[in-house]
């Protein structure tokens, strides 16, 4: 068993995707630069194009076809990759956001009993698209699963003891996808009803920054930020290292 944390990523697809991905590996790795004394990680990107990241100090792999699962849902692949991690190791979490702070002060909240998520959403029963065949097969297995809250999955982090929570989510997952084909989100409300009345949701937004309503806006920033020749580069690699001053421009909104 591994006890350094391992931080995982997901990029695959469109050029967009991949710089995204670089932009929030850059920002862990500029935050955790700025203290000596942190606890270890090592960050691991599942990916299909690896040359965006040959320069950076992270283990790339190829993504597992069969995790996309019996209906081919690409965010399946999310908890299957972070279920992967944790048969090796003591904590691990998969984000596809960026870092406001340490790195480590998100691990400190990985905990056993507790689920670490982004912000808290609206009960199952509330969210948009859920069609009423959905719900009914909820009602049937435990009325209270329709309570069960959702959170956006801007990070998944779990520790060994409780990696179970994905296995039961990645099973309700292959049952409910062929109700709601249409909902790109799936994977949220699956491991809210996995979750739910077993383990405690630890929901942090000031150690990340989710930008999911503001895509275009990032996006154009981190084309600007990738372009410009006179930052300094961070040691060791072709990125450039995100200060201080640099951040706050993509944290305020």
Known sequence: ?????????????????????????????????????????????????????????????????????????????????????????????????????????????????????????????????????????????????STSRPTDSGVIGLMHSDRAVLERSITWMDELRPLPPELHTLEEPCLALAAHDRMELNARTDVIHHYWRRKAQLRAKVGAWLSNPRLKMLAGNRYPALHSHILARFTAY
């Open 1 to 145: 068993m591994t006890h350094a944390t391992q931080l995982i990523y997901l990029a695959f697809g469109a050029a967009t995707y991949q710089r995204e991905a670089v932009f929030s590996i850059v920002s862990a790795l500029t935050q955790a630069n700025r203290c000596k004394h942190t606890e270890p990680f090592d960050i691991r990107v599942l990916n299909d194009a690896p040359s965006f990241f040959d320069k950076l100090p992270v283990q790339t792999s190829v993504i597992d076809p069969s995790w996309a699962g019996p209906y081919r849902y690409p965010f399946r692949i999310k908890h299957m990759a972070l279920k992967d991690a944790l048969q090796n190791r003591i904590k691990a979490a998969i984000i596809d956001t960026f870092f406001r702070e340490l790195p480590v002060a998100l691990f400190k909240r990985l905990a056993p009993g507790k689920l670490l998520r982004n912000a808290r959403g609206r009960p199952v029963s509330k969210v948009p698209l859920l069609p009423r065949t959905m719900l009914a097969r909820l009602e049937q297995a435990e009325p209270s699963l």
